[in-house]
């Protein structure tokens, strides 16, 4: 039976085996660690793939090839037991790929100058010791913007490269504290429901505002959130409100909370994504988009907790994958910008 320990080592030898892999090597690597129906979610637009040839070609191949050499910098490691789905262990790896963007990646332009790729990857680890289930979430449009190519308007909160734990104590290689794991999850959970408890109230009232004080129950006053290209990042409870909570709840109606795939904690550092997590239909106004139909959110949540509070939010959405719910391609938008695309062309197919 593989435990934290045993499920965190496999997922480690993986990643070093990856990234000393060379490209011709890739897909065999990638099949040594992974069940032959290995299933692997990726953001738009890579969705949905199974087996090792399949993630090969579609996202580590290209990927590597416009970025090489491509440097994995993690600031977030751990695992735990799903705390939505009984006996499975995930383990959770936060931070950027760093590679000189050298050729096209996605028809992004490049740069000839250090990117920095934002990725958190989940792994499902089972009993025999191989990886059966992943998500890989990176952050596309903010590669775009390091080109050059921002995709949307002005962000509500601060863009920047998101760094890691004020603390430096996200990697967690090591065992840790059962206890220590068990009061964050709880905390987590407590935030989830308060946020639950207001999104009713908003459907049903229309009332949208969260008062300080929910938020502080479970947020440290000088709390950072840390959000996906395009909304940003915020510091201290009264800038997130201005900065994402209020743009997002005034911008988006109908919230419908989906649940989660996987949802779990070790130490003082939780995790969660849902396969989408939310639903929500846009009033106008939110990422600079007018009112439109509903659409579906997946997004990554990664908390360090500090004492009895939230200290650190990192999040992952796929906005890429919202907006085209909605008819707007962005990616086919910027080829078309780029003349690599034609209006009345088929668009291309992803590599």
């Known amino acids: 039976m593989t435990g934290l320990a045993e ?22 690597t990638l099949a040594r660690f992974t069940t032959d129906d290995w299933l692997w979610r990726g953001m738009h637009p890579f969705y949905e793939q199974t087996g090792a040839a399949a993630v090969a070609d579609v996202f580590w191949k290209p990927l590597r090839a416009a970025m090489a050499p491509l440097q994995r910098r993690a600031d977030v490691f751990l695992a735990g037991q799903n705390d939505v789905a009984d006996a499975e262990i995930w383990v959770c790896e936060m931070g950027h790929l760093l590679g000189l963007h050298d050729a096209p990646w996605l028809d992004i332009p490049p740069t000839r ?21 992943s998500s890989m979430f990176v952050d596309i449009p903010s590669v775009m913007r390091q080109a050059g190519h921002n995709p949307f308007p002005p962000s509500t909160g601060s863009a920047h490269i998101q760094p890691g734990p004020m603390t430096h104590t996200g990697l967690q290689f090591d065992e840790q504290d059962p206890a220590e794991g068990v009061a964050t999850m709880a905390l ?39 959000g996906p290209e395009g909304i940003g990042a915020a510091y201290t409870i009264d800038r997130y409100q201005q900065q994402h909570s209020y743009p997002f709840r005034f911008g988006l109606t109908d919230k419908i909370f989906n649940g989660h795939i996987a949802r779990f ?49 990192w999040v992952f959405i796929d906005l890429l994958h919202w907006l085209d719910m909605q008819g707007l391609d962005v990616l086919a938008r910027m080829r078309r910008q780029l003349g690599v695309e034609r209006f009345g062309e088929e668009p291309q197919e992803e590599q």
């Open 7 to 28: 499920a965190k080592q496999v997922v480690r030898d993986f990643h070093a085996a990856l990234d000393a892999a060379p490209a011709d090597e890739i897909e065999a």
């Open 113 to 133: 100058k250090m990117c920095f790729v934002r990725y958190a990857e989940f792994n499902r680890v089972d009993a025999d010791g191989r990886i059966s289930e």
């Open 188 to 226: 987590v959970n407590e935030m989830i429901a308060d946020l639950s408890a207001a999104n009713e109230v908003a459907n049903k009232t229309g009332v949208n505002e969260v008062p300080y004080e929910v938020m502080a129950r479970t947020w440290a006053e000088d709390m950072i959130w840390s």
């Open 265 to 313: 904690a070790e130490g003082n550092y939780a995790c969660f994504f849902g396969w989408a997590n939310l639903t929500n239909t846009p009033t106008g106004g939110f990422l600079g988009m007018p009112a439109s139909n509903p659409a579906d959110m997946r997004v990554v949540d990664v908390y360090r907790r500090d004492g009895d509070k939230l200290a650190e939010n």
